[in-house]
């Protein structure tokens, strides 16, 4: 069973950055893909960037321009570094490891506030 564990969310102002990290429990191996979604109250989990074994990468398009995915294998951790943040970039963020749809698994969220 793998756990992942979020860390990096807060309070940032506008035009601010943040960098979460997720780190994987147990053994990633084979082809998974790992990313980031998040949540805002009242609206539907969306994906925000995603990155796969292969090292493809894909990002919504709203934050195609000031996001950055990576991975550390070594580590089984995936990093979302988030540059000029925006009000709307408020939700919680959570981290996904994806191999099957029903081998899936998901970390418990962190919260990004972006306010003044």
């Known amino acids: 069973q793998v756990q992942l564990v979020e860390s990096g969310g807060g309070l940032v102002q506008p035009g601010g950055s943040l960098r979460l990290s997720c780190v994987a429990s147990g053994s990633i191996s084979g082809r998974y893909v790992m990313g980031w979604y998040r949540q805002a109250p009242g609206k539907q989990r969306e994906l925000v960037a995603g990155i796969s074994s292969g090292g493809t990468t894909d990002y919504a398009e709203s934050v195609k321009s000031r996001c950055t995915i990576s991975r550390d294998s070594a580590k089984n951790a995936v990093y979302l570094q988030m540059n000029s943040l925006k009000p709307e970039d408020t939700a919680v963020y959570y981290c996904?490891?994806?191999?099957?749809?029903?081998?899936?698994?998901w970390g418990q969220g962190t919260q990004v506030t972006v306010s003044s």
């Open positions: 996904r490891l994806f191999y099957t749809p029903i081998n899936t698994f």
